[in-house]
Nanobody, 115 residues
Framework: QVQVVESGGGSVQAGGSLRLSCAAS????????MGWYRQAPGKQRELVAS???????SYGDSMKGQFTASGDNAKNTVYLQMNSLKPEDTAVYYC?????????WGQGTQVTVSS
């Protein structure tokens, strides 16, 4: 069973930066996708960015440029660098691991951006 754990959330002022980490354990696959999603109060969960095991990234609408996903294959860890944060980026950020029939979510980490 694959488990994912996020870290790095917190509070920051508008214009600031944060870096989230997501570590996956129990990974026995060479082919997988890890993604970052976020959910703000009253809104649907949306894709921020995803990255495959071989480093191919993709981004949700309007995410590219402000958010950058990267990964460390050896550690089964992915990162989300978030820059120029705005109050509307306030949300719970979730990490997701997908490979074949496996679809694992982390508990989420809160990011709060104050104006």
């Amino acid at each position: 069973q694959v488990q994912v754990v996020e870290s790095g959330g917190g509070s920051v002022q508008a214009g600031g930066s944060l870096r989230l980490s997501c570590a996956a354990s129990g990974v026995r696959f060479n082919i997988y996708v890890m993604g970052w999603y976020r959910q703000a109060p009253g809104k649907q969960r949306e894709l921020v960015a995803s990255i495959t095991a071989d480093g191919v990234t993709s981004y949700g609408d309007s995410m590219k440029g402000q958010f950058t996903a990267s990964g460390d294959n050896a550690k089964n860890t992915v990162y989300l660098q978030m820059n120029s944060l705005k109050p509307e980026d306030t949300a719970v950020y979730y990490c997701n691991f997908r490979s074949g029939h496996i679809n694992s979510w982390g508990q989420g980490t809160q990011v709060t951006v104050s104006s």
